[in-house]
């Protein structure tokens, strides 16, 4: 999907931008699957790491840049509540997302969560996995 046809779109002082989209389809009867998806590619570079080899290891285990997906969702909502119901899930991720991704640690924090994951799965020996 495109920026085009994102639901919003949210830069912020530390360089990052969070992405909205709509995932939602039609699910039986009339009723809908709602599901609102956020998207932010963080880069290496925003973590301010001055270790090369740190960023090299970080750069091989995790890519650059490394993505940022969350998403909230809603079974079986009715053809009249869809608008409204879209509305309260999109407010609920902003909730949610904006107080973290707008913190000038941010994309430090979240990089060494997402290596020690990825660490934790190599070392479970579960190659599908890393």
């Known amino acids: 999907m495109s920026e085009k046809?994102?639901?919003?779109?949210?830069?912020?002082?530390?360089?990052?931008r969070l992405e909205l989209f709509d995932t939602s389809r039609h699910y039986f009867g009339g009723y809908w699957r709602l599901s609102?998806?956020?998207?932010?590619?963080?880069?290496?570079?925003?973590?301010?790491?001055?270790?090369s080899e740190r960023l090299a290891e970080l750069r091989r285990?995790?890519?650059d840049p490394v993505p940022l997906v969350?998403?909230?969702?809603?079974?079986?909502?009715?053809?009249?509540?869809v608008d409204e119901t879209r509305a309260v899930l999109q407010q609920r991720l902003l909730a949610q997302l904006v107080p973290l991704v707008e913190h000038p640690d941010f994309?430090?924090?979240?990089?060494?969560?997402?290596?020690?994951?990825?660490?934790?799965?190599?070392?479970?020996?579960?190659?599908c996995l890393t």
Do not use: H, W
Not at 5 to 16: H, I, P, Q, Y
């Open 70 to 81: 969350r998403s909230v969702e809603q079974m079986a909502v009715p053809p009249e509540l």
């Open 5 to 16: 046809d994102a639901l919003m779109v949210r830069e912020f002082a530390n360089g990052l």
């Open 61 to 63: 285990q995790l890519g």
């Open 36 to 51: 609102i998806e956020a998207r932010c590619l963080v880069p290496l570079s925003a973590a301010n790491i001055k270790d």
């Open 107 to 127: 994309a430090a924090r979240f990089l060494a969560k997402e290596y020690q994951q990825r660490i934790k799965r190599t070392l479970r020996g579960i190659p």
